[in-house]
């Protein structure tokens, strides 16, 4: 975002366009989404910069948005290679799918609803202070720490930014307020952000850094007309400090929800000390009282951030030593089973490794292994669809799409998709002692899952989507031990395999260890045989008995390309969102190899945005541009 402001101003001004494509190429690469956030961004900057140069008119306005369009296409072919598959991804998930997402609720929330009391509370009381109503897990402001209204950029902001509007002409400054307004207006009617982000979420995040841009820059707009010669208003000083101390004492919260009362005294002190000092910084005189105000704003930053760095809770160096956190016991374990056991299998855990208040759902990359649980604001898309018909995941909880809650209270799923063992620190449950051996690393109870199905198995029966969705979790979990779930479109494409009849379901008081065994010991009759198995290439053989529907348990995925004894075979989706291969009988050779989608395309707008690149450059050296200031006139 600052090489992007940097690139532009240099655009704008000096007509050096060499660092605007490299910007939008590196936030491309970043997160795509952004290009459309930065997009509003740097265009309504770029209508404040032509209103503050008075350049304000169709011409100079389409001359900088057609040099920005054009050198934004060349930072989009240098980021191709990463750009296209972090927009497959976003498409790929069930956020940017449509699946699932906070669109309607948001879009239909009334437009001029303000934000409740807390909302609006913390979004005041952290123009002031980052801190103001708590650190980390003291926090006691709207949402969270981090994602809460963010609005601190300095005490003197506040200050100085209503000083601009007199120091401007009528026209610009009218263009200025109105500008500032439309900026803040989501911060009172909170419909308007939810419009930023185009109903994706309820958030803050970037929109809180523009809003704190933007009260920089006018007052450092402020600020340098003034020490230009310009007098301060008095009188409108003075009422900005009683309206801001007005606020900053206003009950927004409880004295519980409040923790900070010691900067809300600081903050009270320093606006009437900035204020004292503006009255008399500004003279011609008064030059050494500028260093006073430098000293000041440094003490001011220390103090405020020093809040915010030694409030925070801390990962101290003795607690390395500690078996707690990532370093607990589930270390032993895995350092017990990795070298015992070199097939592949995944392991869900009962408890959380973080110190975090709330559970988390990576351990698994933390600990480096296989599991089930995870979360990713773009989860993939198909996984999660799996989540949801079985009963795991809301359809209705655009939470659960990226929270994926995973297979722990599942163990016949869990043995389905290859959870060979489960750590636990707590009861393990009647059905969990009959269907596990389990054994303690380090005080730590670990089951081996004796009924866990290999990474390809078969089915020789399938029931339509549409009947699986009437059945309970429980039946549901029964019936994937006799029949894959087949969406109802693709139930004509596995000639061979017969539909599961619901009268033929074991009833959930009826089922026992004896019917478990039968159903998992059917479908291992004719299972894939792994020679290979790494993160982007599996290889096996299976020789089945008649024809079958294989389940292979890993979420369906558009680069996964699949192999039938050489030749490309389609996937079906199983499940709702696993992995399915119809196999004929007799011998087959499988194979899956992930190639990310549209690469050579990717590689080949790359090239050209190089050389497109390469060629403005080598054209603007030969030609060497003239130097066009904003203003219009032009120097050699």
Known sequence: MALLLLSFELLFTKQKWYLFPIAIALTGISQPFNLYVYGIFIAAYALLRHIQEDTFTVKHIALTFFKMASLGIAGLLLSAPFLIQN????????????????????????????????????????????????????????????EGPIFYCGLPCLLLLPQLFPLLKRRIRMAFIIFLAVWMLPIVFPYF??????????????????????????????????????????????????????LLYYPFFTIKEMPAHYIVKFVSIMLVVYGILFCFMFGRKATYLRYVFLGLVVLELIHLSRITVNNMDAYLTSDLAYKGGYNDYTVEALNYIKPRDTTFYRIDKTYSSSYTYFPTYNDGMAQGYRGTREYSPFNQKYYILYLQLMGIANRNDEGDSRWAYGLIDRPILESENRVKYIFTNADIGDFRRSTCDSFNVSGLVVLQNKYVLPFGYTYSYFIKESDFEQLSNGQKDLVSLRACVLNDKDAHIAPGIKEFQLKDTCSVSAFNNDIYRQYTDSLSSDTLALTRFDETHIMGTVNAGADKMMYLSVPYDIGWVLKVDGQPKDKIILDGGMTGVYVQKGRHKVEMVFELPYMKISLLLFLLGVLSYAVILLYSRKHKIIDVPADGETHG
């Open 193 to 246: 952000r939810y419009m930023f982000w185009l109903f994706t979420g309820n958030y803050y995040r970037a929109y809180s850094f523009f809003v704190t841009f933007f009260v920089l820059y006018y007052s450092l707009q402020a600020l340098d007309i003034l020490i230009k010669g310009r007098k301060i208003n008095i009188i409108l000083l003075v009422i900005t400090i009683v309206v801001l101390l007005g």
């Open 87 to 146: 927009v497959l991804q976003l498409l790929n998930s069930p956020r940017g799918s449509g699946i699932n997402s906070y669109a309607h609720s948001l879009f239909s929330s009334p437009v001029f609803a303000t934000a409740n009391k807390m909302q609006l509370g913390t979004s005041v009381m952290r123009f002031f202070s980052n801190d103001m109503v708590g650190t980390g897990v003291d926090y006691r402001g709207y949402h969270n720490y981090l």
